[in-house]
């Protein structure tokens, strides 16, 4: 039995297209509002994949795309419509099929997978996840919304926790405490660390953006392009802090030009901006972490390197001497010092004469629409130190977080550096104790509600149950809050959507992959409107409403599970067995969720449990927060310490500190592909001998690859579809270092391997599958790196289809070494059969010419870049099968890197300047080739094609035959490819190669080459 997944009907084209439209502006489901959780998967793909791997291969395609997905695609084939808005509404047979199935998703994350199969309405759904904050967060939008609208009580779930929600929120506003600690009429402070110069004495202020608001009209894409050079555009809001006499100034020039849109020139890196020819400068960062080097803003000495023996302060680092960068080091006393203090052991103004300390900058207003900046003065500042008086010797009070932060994961967790190494360190006094305050409120609002609900007469289950659904919501709304004001979170001056105010939140804490040193930090004022607790609140109940109806609507029928749980063993199923497990595992080495989501846990769990004789102790969700221990139980404190070895991810340093030894990197990944394998056996055990595994996996790195299909293989799976589905916005995500992972690759796994054969026996079926399936592929339209990978999975599915493969003791060697080639040289012959060129693609053999061939046949012509532009994805991808990667690649001057993208080096037009130009840009010389690829001599030959007449054109070319026949014919078969019908006609090059055909044949013509052919 097939399925309609396995089908090359599977409208991948339109799935995508849905799935980008929830990437865009206002496309996002709006429950991901309610809080942040890294990767998660678009729905429209989501449940695109249920739908198709539960329906048989023949169904209607139209039916699919309009009563399934939902898309409105119009006669150009665009969808117009955000898809995952509206619920499905399958027909009652294929509604009926999904009621029969059971659907499982071991690593559920934030749920996009489970919600869409309650919303297709299969009979039962299962959500399984390690981390008991992903847990929690599984509950608070799937099965709590789902609970309360099979009750009807889906809106007063909604109003219940708005209710209290504001109850906590006047809790805190009129809590004396907090009174005095922020000015009701100030949004947000913007603060960072001061440092005690080394030369002068005075402490400095350390500024990483002078910038306020650099607000620009345009799109935000706009307002990123902006980064990088000058531009001139209007600004509806411009101001920054400069320094003066010593103090912080702010020069706001919407104030001061009385306009509210001004037309500048603005260069944010080299720090002017222009105005009707007048020039000013906005000063540099003081600070530049990487260099390690500071600038004292009083007395202008460079501040860098204390000796660890002597502490004295030297601008050259002393030869042989163990040195610290100054200002981590000052940082780090300060973290030290500030745990001493919150201890009892030391005072405050000891604690005040570290030689670094957080202040304030500058405070930030709303008013009338618009912001309004001005200088923090002596007393805001000390409004911290308010704080700090109050939290004297609290370390002991179970509600501040003293919970370590991994020291193993300063990979990721980059302030570590700096001393940060508890999660209360993470905020700033009066952060710290708002946040803590907001704990206790919340904790006494789930005894009230349960309270209330007892008295209307609800059973105790009912009470507590409901009670625990508040308090979650409340407290996801804590975290939200915690994620949105910390030291750790920059102020953002710069944002594309016209109106200031959109800068209130223009970033959080975890949108990294990371959490890294900032130096002008955010500190909203809690009980502020539009940035305080009840602005989150807002958040969640909106998502809130949003999910709820998702849930219930037509589906609830459907028996929802979620549960704790790992995904190597799946103890909590027992022996039942799936129709379908459609899951999404982490990506090998990209998010350490254990660690970083323990950011989001310390809260969690104090929130939702209760206090006794000053410990925490089991209240709502034990499971997640609690071990029991015989008939005790034990607080887990981390998740990292619990949990951190059994998530399936590539972390070398986990792997160091819980083997207690000096692993190494090889080490770790055998740790990782144990991890991966058992996860598959697991999954293999809980599937149906018929059901289908699914599995998304985003990660660019072939070896990655290899290990995915290794594991999935020796667990008994073989490979029988593949295609890339456009997956979360992450380019922002990961711009820090890491390549883009938009694109997911979906692969569709049966049960059940048979057989042996000789490794170059398989081979030969591989490439025989992968032309096949390619030429299929071809015929019904697919294009792209979706044919590609289309392919891939041909050869991969001949691969693990037998039980053994004799001769080949490393499946993920045999991947790379063979089956990618075999896709690649598969495809390539494909492309010569389809084009009609007999089987020329066949023997195009060198890997650089294969690339270029697969580059111009699988991607589309760009007009606004006037060629192939590709992203590090897609330049893996294709690499795959030619066994280049993007260096080799860049080397043989194939590709270009232009910014984050490559560009294909290919002819842009047909003129003498465009190939000069192109042959400067591949280092080539006309007057004496060398040649290292076909693609030089395919090149050379239309630089003659295009400057010369025939005779000269023979000339040339019978002298390059001389240098190198073999590449020179290698060339002539590319030329034949790109002279047909896969390469658009807007190229230039498949006239020019049309040119050298007719040239070489002599006649002068194509006909008359082809006649002569
Ligand atoms: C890529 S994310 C899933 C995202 C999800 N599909 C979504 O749309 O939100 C992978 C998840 O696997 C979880 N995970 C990692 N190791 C696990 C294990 N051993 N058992 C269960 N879940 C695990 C991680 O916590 C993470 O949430």
Same mark, same amino acid.
């Given at each position: 039995?097939?399925?309609?997944?396995?089908?090359?009907?599977?409208?991948?084209?339109?799935?995508?297209?849905?799935?980008?439209?929830?990437?865009?502006?206002?496309?996002?489901? =709006?429950?991901?509002?309610? #809080?942040?959780?890294?990767?998660?998967?678009?729905?429209?793909?989501?449940? $695109?994949?249920? !739908?198709?791997? $539960?329906?048989?291969?023949?169904?209607?395609?139209?039916?699919?795309?309009?009563?399934?997905?939902?898309?409105?695609?119009?006669?150009?084939?665009?969808?117009?419509?955000?898809?995952?808005?509206?619920?499905?509404?399958?027909?009652?047979?294929?509604?009926?099929?999904?009621?029969?199935?059971?659907?499982?998703d071991p690593f559920a994350g934030f749920g996009s997978i489970p919600l869409e199969a309650m919303r297709l309405g299969f009979g039962e759904v299962v959500a399984v996840e390690l981390l008991p904050t992903a847990y929690i967060f599984l509950k608070a939008v799937l099965e709590?919304?789902?609970?309360? $609208?099979?009750?009807?009580?889906?809106?007063?779930?909604?109003?219940?926790?708005?209710?209290?929600?504001?109850?906590?929120?006047?809790?805190?506003?009129?809590?004396?405490?907090?009174?005095?600690?922020?000015?009701?009429?100030?949004?947000?402070?913007?603060?960072?660390?001061?440092?005690?110069?080394?030369?002068?004495?005075?402490?400095t202020p350390l500024i990483g953006n002078w910038w306020l608001a650099r607000v620009s009209k345009g799109s935000s894409e706009e307002?990123?392009?902006?980064?990088?050079?000058?531009?001139?555009?209007?600004?509806?809001?411009?101001?920054?802090?400069?320094?003066?006499?010593?103090?912080?100034?702010?020069?706001?020039?919407?104030?001061?030009?009385?306009?509210?849109?001004?037309?500048?020139?603005?260069?944010?890196?080299?720090?002017?901006?222009?105005?009707?020819?007048?020039?000013r400068t906005v000063r540099k960062p003081n600070i530049d972490a990487r260099r390690e080097t500071a600038t004292c803003l009083h007395c202008g000495n460079q501040i860098r390197y204390i000796s660890l023996k002597t502490g004295k302060h030297s601008i050259e680092k002393p030869k042989g001497e163990e040195t610290e960068w100054y200002v981590k080091h000052a940082l780090k006393q300060w973290n030290q010092l500030l745990e001493e203090y919150l201890n009892g052991k030391i005072d405050l103004e000891k604690l005040l004469q570290n030689p670094a300390r957080p202040t304030l900058l500058a405070k930030v207003k709303v008013r009338k629409g618009d912001l309004e900046f001005e200088p !923090?003065?002596?007393?805001?500042?000390?409004?911290?130190?308010?704080?700090?008086?109050?939290?004297?010797?609290?370390?002991?009070?179970?509600?501040?977080?003293?919970?370590?932060?991994?020291?193993?994961?300063?990979?990721?967790?980059?302030?570590?550096?700096?001393?940060?190494?508890?999660?209360?360190?993470?905020?700033?006094?009066?952060?710290?104790?708002?946040?803590?305050?907001?704990?206790?409120?919340?904790? =006494?609002?789930?005894?009230?509600?349960?309270?209330?609900?007892?008295?209307?007469?609800?059973?105790?289950?009912?009470?507590?149950?409901?009670?625990e659904m508040i308090v979650s919501y409340l407290a996801i709304s804590l975290i939200k809050q915690a994620d949105y004001n910390s030291v750790v979170l920059a102020w953002n001056p710069a944002t594309g959507y016209g109106s200031a105010l959109a800068l209130l939140h223009a970033g959080h804490t975890l949108s990294f992959r990371g959490i890294a040193m900032t130096w002008n930090f955010v500190d909203y004022n809690f009980t502020f409107e539009r940035v305080g607790y009840t602005k989150f609140v807002s958040l969640v109940c909106e998502g809130l409403s949003h999910i709820t109806p998702l849930t219930a609507s037509s589906n609830i029928s459907t028996k929802l599970i979620v549960i704790l749980d790992d995904a190597l063993v799946l103890s909590s199923l027992r022996d039942e067995k799936y129709d379908l497990i459609i899951t999404d595992p982490p990506y090998r080495d990209d998010v350490p969720y254990t660690e970083l989501s323990d950011f989001y846990y310390v809260w969690l769990k104090r929130a939702l449990s209760d206090v006794s004789d000053k410990k925490l102790v089991a209240r709502f969700l034990s499971e997640a927060f609690f071990k029991p221990v015989g008939a005790t139980y034990r607080e887990v404190r981390t998740q990292w310490e619990e949990l951190a070895p059994r998530e399936v991810g590539l972390n070398v340093g986990r792997v160091k500190y819980f083997k207690g030894k000096e692993a190494t990197e090889d080490e770790a990944r055998g740790y990782f592909i144990n991890l991966l394998s058992r996860s598959f056996l697991s999954m293999r055990r809980a599937l149906k001998d018929d059901g289908i595994l699914v599995t998304y996996y985003a990660h660019t790195d072939p070896e990655a690859w290899e290990e995915l299909i290794s594991a999935g293989w020796r667990a008994g799976f073989r490979v029988s579809a593949a295609f890339p589905v456009s997956t979360e916005s992450v380019q922002r995500v990961t711009a820090r270092g890491k390549a883009a992972l938009d694109t997911s690759i979906v692969v569709v796994w049966r049960p059940g391997v048979k057989g042996e054969a000789l490794w170059d026996e398989v081979y030969r079926d591989a490439l025989v599958a992968a032309e096949e399936r390619a030429l299929e592929l071809l015929r019904a339209g697919r294009a792209g790196v979706d044919l590609f990978v289309g392919t891939l999975a041909a050869t991969l599915s001949a691969v693990t289809s037998r039980e053994k493969i004799v001769g080949v003791d490393d499946v993920g060697r045999f991947v790379r070494e063979r089956a990618y080639p075999a896709a690649a040289r598969g495809l390539a012959r494909a492309v010569s059969r389809? #084009?009609?060129?007999?089987?020329?693609g066949e023997e195009v053999r060198d890997a650089g010419a294969l690339f270029y061939m697969l580059a111009k046949v699988l991607l589309p012509w760009s007009s606004r870049a006037r060629g192939r532009v590709m992203d590090r994805s897609t330049v893996h991808i294709i690499g795959f099968g030619t066994g280049l990667d993007d260096k080799e690649l860049t080397g043989m001057k194939i590709v270009e890197k232009v910014g984050s993208e490559f560009r294909l080096l290919e002819p842009r037009g047909e003129e003498r300047s465009e190939l000069v130009e192109l042959l400067r840009a591949r280092e080539l010389d006309s007057s004496r080739p060398v040649l290292r690829s076909a693609v030089d001599a395919l090149h050379l030959l239309e630089y003659y094609a295009a400057t010369l007449d025939v005779k000269g054109f023979r000339e040339q070319y019978e002298k390059l035959r001389s240098v190198n026949a073999v590449?020179?014919?290698?060339?002539?078969?590319?030329?034949?490819?790109?002279?047909?019908?896969?390469?658009?006609?807007?190229?230039?090059?498949?006239?020019?190669?049309e040119r050298v055909l007719s040239y070489v044949s002599g006649a002068g013509t194509l006909e008359g080459w082809l006649g002569g052919a």
């Open positions: 039995m097939s399925s309609f997944l396995e089908s090359p009907k599977f409208p991948v084209d339109i799935v995508n297209q849905a799935a980008e439209k929830e990437k865009k502006g206002g496309g996002r489901p =709006e429950h991901w509002e309610m #809080v942040f959780w890294w990767t998660r998967k678009p729905l429209a793909s989501a449940r $695109a994949v249920l !739908a198709a791997a $539960a329906l048989p291969p023949d169904i209607d395609v139209h039916t699919f795309v309009t009563q399934v997905l939902k898309a409105k695609v119009n006669l150009k084939g665009k969808v117009e419509n955000v898809p995952h808005r509206e619920n499905p509404s399958p027909p009652p047979e294929w509604r009926e099929r999904f009621a029969k199935m059971k659907v499982l709590y919304p789902k609970w309360a $609208a099979e009750r009807g009580l889906g809106e007063q779930l909604v109003r219940d926790f708005e209710k209290w929600g504001k109850w906590v929120t006047e809790q805190l506003a009129s809590d004396p405490d907090i009174k005095e600690l922020y000015d009701p009429d100030v949004a947000v402070y913007i603060g960072t660390w001061e440092i005690k110069c080394p030369h002068c004495g005075k402490y307002a990123e392009e902006e980064e990088e050079g000058t531009k001139k555009k209007i600004f509806s809001r411009l101001a920054w802090m400069d320094w003066e006499n010593g103090t912080i100034k702010i020069v706001d020039l919407n104030k001061e030009l009385k306009r509210s849109q001004i037309e500048a020139k603005l260069n944010s890196k080299q720090g002017y901006v222009e105005v009707n020819g007048t020039k !923090a003065t002596n007393q805001d500042t000390e409004k911290l130190w308010k704080a700090l008086e109050k939290l004297k010797g609290k370390l002991s009070d179970p509600d501040i977080p003293s919970e370590p932060i991994p020291s193993y994961e300063s990979r990721s967790i980059w302030i570590l550096a700096y001393g940060f190494d508890k999660w209360f360190k993470l905020f700033n006094p009066r952060q710290l104790l708002t946040l803590v305050k907001l704990v206790k409120l919340v904790r =006494e609002a789930g005894k009230k509600i349960e309270e209330e609900k007892l008295k209307e007469g609800w059973s105790n289950d009912d009470a507590y149950e409901y009670a389809f #084009v009609g060129g007999g089987e020329a590449l020179v014919d290698e060339a002539l078969r590319l030329a034949r490819v790109f002279s047909g019908r896969l390469v658009p006609s807007v190229d230039p090059e498949r006239r020019l190669c």
